[in-house]
């Protein structure tokens, strides 16, 4: 328990706060290059974050106290979930044992509890679809993730990421086994799903459509700016696992020198850019689902992962 | 036996080459086009082809490897080409009805191969051969041949029948690549042409669905009950 | 000799089926057709009243024992009868002269491929056999090319060939239980996987004959994989319905009969056994069901064929001498008895015109003969006295009670004296019914003659039924003893 682990504990939720819109404006500005747009530059959803806190909050009357807590137990529990992970150093830090994988996915669900709450609160109808929407799609998604979830933890006998990321990283037999590229396979899925990426999302908004921003279509002010970052946060720790945990292990710091945790911060966000791309040509590449078909990507991942849980036993 | 004796190497690139066959039967599970079906069983007839050479290899079995060139041209382009020709001249190109939607297949799919891996796990574990390639190798063969029964059930196009029986047929044929590839290679041969004899008379009996009875769904087939 | 007689009885339908598909007129392929099948019986004959024990040819590829010699009398004594019974039937079907060479080539064809599966030493081989038949059968039954007939050949291959994939596997689990035994490669006869069978593992025994039980019941109409065999009986044309309900039901239970004695072997547990009566009760308690209330003539002799193929795999899971000695019997007159009430079934069909049963009467008024032929070949098939399947029956429930699955025989009791109410009502219908509204009544087509080709077969199945049922003779008990210590003792 040194001042310099905690310090990298730190660091760690620094890297997530300060990265996350990066990596989303990335997203945005490529998808536009690709559609052979000009894109609002890379830096856009911090210039977006800046306006927003200097705006006014206006509150619809109905709101109660749920209308209030729902941003800050969002963005608290996005600020939690960096401590359990991999995310600069691939050895265990204060407190990460606070929560295993299952732990860290649940914490993630219940931020997005609460913004379904908060949709619901203020009354209005378009909060009430989407928040409608985005709990029949949770329906679908956590026993999926649950069991992708428990792959990992099979793959490895350990709850712990870290262990996970140890076993990948100097067994390549484990790396490229069945049970591992299944799991990889069935996590992008979802990674798709939980970040609102097409199949599931329109880049319009029209009220049809919509799910994350049905539900924060009564925010405005700081609050939204809390919530947006929240999804972003969320996004990017989506991401992390998916790198640091399944696909990408390799890069974290191994001694916890700051110039070792620097790098690994850098090392992340070019892995993260790598996924990021395939999650744009994914995208791009695709339209929008029919929503009764919004069970085929999802049982097809809940397919893979039942199909890793089994080849993992004939390892 | 080859399996007592196989190097990890040579086990993992097995249980790939099966679970990534028993994924195409998924695929072939989940799709709602003739030709996708097709691709993907293509594929798998493939995959299987390069683990009979494999096996071959592994196990000094010279003659798997005839094999295994004989079921990559009749299973993997004979096969599909002739189906292919059915599919052409039928105006069908999809399931236009389904009893079952593409993901509840899949779904159920998924417990179908989690009751074969536990008959497969009792059975090995009782051999004494448990945790080995033996399991998955029974697993396997066992989920594509109750994958193939699902979708003989749930499917109504003649041709989604036919591909459904011929993956029964791979599935007993990927087991029996990796449980027994001594069997007698005689065996083995007349099967396969057993088979392409068996594809022919689907096409001359489909083209006779279409000239009487008007279509080659089974819900049209409803005239003999009781 | 006896090469020399297996050799004819083998090549002789193939010859007749390249004669027929070469020829241009329907004569020369009737006549070609029946002089094969005249010769195959008599070579069947021969094969069983000279048999001095089992023989193994081609280098042990062919395989000939008892129970391959008796099934290949009851596959040749239905091909000569349905040949004779085809001639004329199929010449009522004016219309279609230029199809009977192609008719004459399957039928031989199909004769052909049933002769050869119960002479096949290896198991993989076997089940080619079977699968031959299954594909010839298909174009036999959807001859007719009417929409159900179409309809009835699509059922039976999809069901079919599903239901013997299974058997493939089971197949396979077997070659690979005596693998682990006997190496990697090894010839795979009925007698080497015998041999090593008290080695092999008893759960893998156990599976794979449970998965060869439902592979190879779904081919012989064993419930609840029989679905298949109404509808492919009743529209094929009679004399395809005689042979595959006379010929080719039987050669599927000779694998099950084989396999069975390899899985005794293996495990001394009675599940398998237990599981084959299981599967025998049940296909008798769903035929019971359907013949009760049935409205097509020809289903209602499927059905009847379900039910005694349930009473062969009661007869085989019983086991022991008495019980194999009666399913052997049962085989034979079986055999006769079906083509006999399916022959009926086709005149009657091609006299009145329809299938339904309603629209069927005053049977006996038009057909006294071979009314009377067909009423007691329906007395019969019910197994009723004096008739071979009462003294068959009566010998398999005896053999039943002395084993633990007694049940089955107070079972099959019930439900025969059920069949036996259901199955004659409806010939009481359509004999002496003269009270019933006609409101559609059928004109009997006029000028459709039931020729001597049609009611000669009938004479020639039901004489030795009836001789068999008053005299069971002594070289046939010594016969089936021998059948009974190949397969192996039964349960105890």
């Given amino acids: 328990m040194s001042v310099r682990d905690v310090l990298l504990q730190i660091a760690q939720v620094v890297t997530v706060l300060v990265l996350a819109p990066l990596l989303q404006g990335v997203i945005l500005q490529w998808e536009e290059r690709i559609q052979r747009g000009r894109g609002p530059g890379i830096f856009q959803p911090y210039r977006d974050l800046r306006k927003l806190f200097g705006k006014q909050i206006v ?35 204060p407190l990460s044992d606070m929560g295993d994988i299952l732990g860290g996915g649940l914490i993630l669900t219940l931020g997005s509890f609460a913004i379904v709450l908060a949709g619901l609160d203020s009354g209005s109808a378009y909060g009430g679809i989407g928040s409608s929407r985005s709990v029949m799609l949770g329906i679908l998604v956590e026993p999926t993730l649950i069991l992708v979830l428990v792959g990992i933890t099979l793959l490895a006998k350990a709850m712990l990421p870290f262990v996970v990321n140890h076993l990948l990283v100097q067994q390549p037999s484990a790396y490229w086994s069945p049970a591992h590229l299944l799991l990889v396979f069935a996590f992008f899925v979802l990674l798709l799903v939980e970040t609102d990426r097409l199949p599931i999302h329109s880049s319009t908004h029209i009220e049809v459509y919509m799910i994350e921003e049905a539900r924060i279509l009564e925010y405005s002010g700081p609050l939204l700016a809390l919530l947006k970052w929240a999804s972003m946060m969320k996004q990017f720790v989506l991401f992390t696992i998916f790198c640091n945990v399944l696909t990408l292990p390799w890069g974290l710091s191994q001694h916890g020198t700051a110039i070792g945790a620097l790098a690994a911060a850098a090392g992340l966000f070019v892995r993260m850019l790598v996924v990021a791309l395939v999650v744009v040509f994914v995208e791009t590449a695709q339209s929008r689902l029919r929503f009764f078909r919004y069970q085929e990507p999802l049982a097809a991942s809940f397919m893979l992962a039942v199909l890793a849980i089994a080849a993992n036993q004939l390892r | 036996m080859l399996l007592a004796h196989l190097s990890p190497l040579a086990a993992s690139l097995f249980s790939l080459l099966a679970i990534g066959s028993l994924l195409l039967a998924f695929v072939m599970l989940g799709s709602h086009w003739l030709k996708d079906y097709l691709l993907a069983f293509m594929a798998e007839s493939w995959l ?41 001249r039928l105006s069908v190109e999809r399931e236009l009805h389904v009893t079952l939607q593409p993901s509840s297949c899949l779904v159920l799919g998924a417990f179908l191969v989690l009751f074969a891996f536990v008959v497969s796990n009792h059975l090995g574990n009782s051999l004494g051969l448990g945790g080995t390639v033996v399991v998955l190798a029974l697993t396997v063969m066992l989920s594509m041949k109750l994958i193939g029964f699902l979708m003989l059930a749930v499917r109504q196009e003649a041709i989604s029948q036919v591909l459904g029986l011929l993956v029964l047929e791979n599935g007993i044929f990927l087991g029996s690549q990796i449980l027994v590839p001594g069997m007698p290679l005689l065996i083995e041969l007349v099967l396969l042409f057993d088979l392409l004899v068996i594809v022919v008379s689907f096409g001359v009996l489909v083209r006779y669905l279409v000239a009487h009875v008007g279509s080659t769904s089974s819900r049209e087939l409803r005239r003999l009950v009781g | 000799m006896v090469e020399a007689w297996l050799v004819i009885v083998v090549i002789a339908p193939v010859l007749s089926a390249a004669v027929a598909g ?70 009522l079907l004016r219309e279609e002269e230029a199809r009977l060479p192609g008719f004459y080539a399957l039928f031989s064809l199909f004769a052909a491929t049933m002769i050869c599966g119960p002479l096949m030493n290896n198991i993989g081989v076997y089940w080619i056999a079977i699968e031959l038949t299954t594909l010839v059968s298909t174009f036999l039954v959807g001859f007719d090319r009417g929409q159900e007939a179409i309809e009835a050949a699509w059922k039976y291959i999809i069901v079919v ?131 009760v209330r049935q409205q097509g003539i020809k289903r209602l002799m499927a059905y009847s064929s379900v039910e005694h193929m349930g009473v062969l795999a009661l007869g085989l899971g019983f086991g022991g001498p008495l019980a194999i000695a009666a399913v052997l019997y049962h085989m034979l007159n079986h055999s006769l008895n079906k083509s006999l009430m399916f022959f009926g079934a086709g005149n009657v069909m091609r006299v009145y015109g329809t299938k339904d049963i309603d629209a069927i009467h005053g049977v006996w008024s038009r057909f006294p003969v071979t009314g009377a032929l067909w009423i007691a070949g329906a007395v019969a098939i019910t197994g009723a006295p004096p008739f071979g399947l009462f003294l068959s029956e009566l ?55 039931v020729s001597t080709w049609m009611t000669l077969p009938m004479w020639l199945a039901l004489l030795p039924v009836f001789v068999l049922g008053i005299w069971w003779p002594q070289e046939l008990w010594r016969f089936f003893e021998t059948v009974a210590a190949d397969l192996g003792g039964g349960m105890r």
């Fill in chain 1, 59 to 93: 509150v619809p009357n109905t709101a109660s106290w749920i209308y209030w807590c729902a941003p800050v137990v969002a963005f608290t529990c996005m600020m939690t979930v960096p401590i359990l992970i991999p995310v600069l150093t691939d050895f265990p830090l």
């Fill in chain 2, 48 to 88: 299987i082809a390069i683990l009979s050479g494999a096996v071959g290899y592994y196990g000094n079995y010279h003659e798997l490897y005839l094999v295994a060139v004989l079921t990559a041209f009749f299973r993997g382009l004979v096969l599909p080409y002739l189906i292919w020709r059915i599919i052409a």
């Fill in chain 3, 395 to 449: 010998a398999l429930m005896r053999a039943g009670f002395a084993t633990p699955n007694a049940w089955a025989v107070i079972v099959l009791l019930l439900l025969l004296i059920v069949i036996f109410i259901g199955f004659l009502n409806h010939f009481r219908t359509m004999y002496f019914d003269t009270q019933r509204p006609t409101a559609a009544s059928v004109p009997v087509t006029s000028g459709v003659n």
């Fill in chain 3, 22 to 91: 070469a020829s241009q007129h329907g004569r020369m392929a009737e006549y070609a057709n029946l002089v094969a099948a005249a010769v195959c019986l008599i070579a069947s004959l021969w094969l069983v009243v000279h048999f001095d024990g089992a023989r193994t040819f081609i280098n042990d590829y062919v395989l000939f024992d008892a129970l391959g010699a008796w099934t290949l009398v009851c596959t040749c004594v239905v091909y000569c009868l349905a040949s004779i019974y085809a001639v004329g039937y199929m010449r």
């Fill in chain 3, 161 to 291: 060939s599903a239901g013997i994939s299974l058997a493939l596997l089971g197949t396979v689990i077997f070659y690979w239980a005596g693998s682990l035994v006997l190496g990697p490669t090894y010839d795979m006869t009925w007698e080497t996987l015998r041999h090593a069978a008290p080695r092999m593992s008893p759960a893998l025994t156990q599976t794979a004959f449970l998965l060869v039980l439902v592979g190879y019941g779904t081919k012989a109409g064993l419930a609840p994989m029989h679905t298949w065999l109404p509808d492919a009986h009743s529209e094929g044309p009679a004399p395809v319905s005689a042979m595959l309900s006379g010929a080719l039901l039987n050669t599927a239970m000779l694998g099950v009969a084989r396999f069975l004695t390899i899985t005794d072997a293996a495990s001394g547990s009675l599940l398998p056994r237990t599981v084959l009566v299981a599967f025998g009760a049940f296909s008798l308690f769903v035929a019971t069901l359907f013949i």
